[in-house]
């Protein structure tokens, strides 16, 4: 079966550090982006940051407000995608997903699967 | 960045209706908008990607228009199960941006 299952949320404190995990299965996880997206208790979707395939050398992405603070690897025998956040504030606390991305018209990479999400709540 | 507007913010309808909502970007992105449906405690799932394409599996009465910087989604004949929030998402540049969500909900 096809899908994504993230694992690691959970209360920590303010300036503290935490890594989610996403456990890939069922397509192979080297051809694909990897994205992480999320939502704070009843706000919208907020992409976080994104690794592209082997074919691009996983390099990164990641938006400005957790660039510095968030780290996005993989671990290919694992078929594992990992997103350590450190320096956590009181403004990360939100369900967090993992996303798939898949290719189209031969350059750009929209998200098609994703994961149930974790929730991570940073409060002292 | 690119900013991602939609509208309306929240909409009210009734089984059997068709409805349409409304998607613009900051800039022009081409055909690289993806729409989503989201339900309450549950993860988002594709419905449209390069602003008309269907996902495999999705059903047809969902349907994707617009190219540069203004987008719609349209469902018709509304069904019980449409009954979700639904974000528009440019993937043209980074960072990627989502629109604010367009809540529809049972009139």
């Known amino acids: 079966e096809v899908q994504l299952v993230e694992s690691g949320g959970g209360l920590v404190q303010p300036g503290g550090s935490l890594r989610l995990s996403c456990a890939a299965s069922?397509?192979?996880?080297?051809?694909?982006?990897m994205d992480w997206v999320r939502q704070a208790p009843g706000k919208g979707l907020d992409w976080v940051g994104r690794?592209?395939?082997?074919?691009?050398?996983?390099?990164?992405e990641y938006a400005a407000s957790v660039k510095g603070r968030f780290t996005i690897s993989r671990d290919y025998s694992k078929n594992s995608l990992y997103l350590q956040m450190d320096s956590l504030k009181t403004e990360d606390t939100a369900v967090y997903y993992c996303?798939?991305?898949?290719?189209?018209?031969?350059?750009?990479?929209?998200?098609?699967?994703w994961g149930r999400g974790t929730l991570v709540t940073v409060s002292s | 960045d690119i900013q991602m507007t939609q509208s309306p913010s929240s909409l009210s309808a009734s089984v059997g209706d068709r409805v349409t909502i409304t998607c613009r970007a900051s800039q022009g992105i081409n055909n690289c908008l993806a729409w989503f449906q989201q339900k309450p405690g549950k993860a988002p799932k594709i419905l449209i990607y390069a602003a008309s394409r269907l996902q495999s599996g999705v059903p047809s009465k969902f349907t994707g228009s617009g190219s540069g910087t203004d987008f719609t989604l349209t469902i018709s004949s509304l069904q019980p199960e449409d009954f979700a929030t639904y974000y528009c998402q440019q993937y043209i540049g980074y960072p990627l941006t989502f629109g604010g969500g367009t809540k529809v909900e049972i009139k």
């Open positions: 996303a798939r991305s898949q290719i189209v018209d031969g350059s750009r990479w929209y998200f098609d699967l």
């Open positions: 690794t592209r395939n082997k074919a691009n050398s996983y390099t990164t």
């Open positions: 069922g397509f192979t996880f080297s051809d694909h982006y």
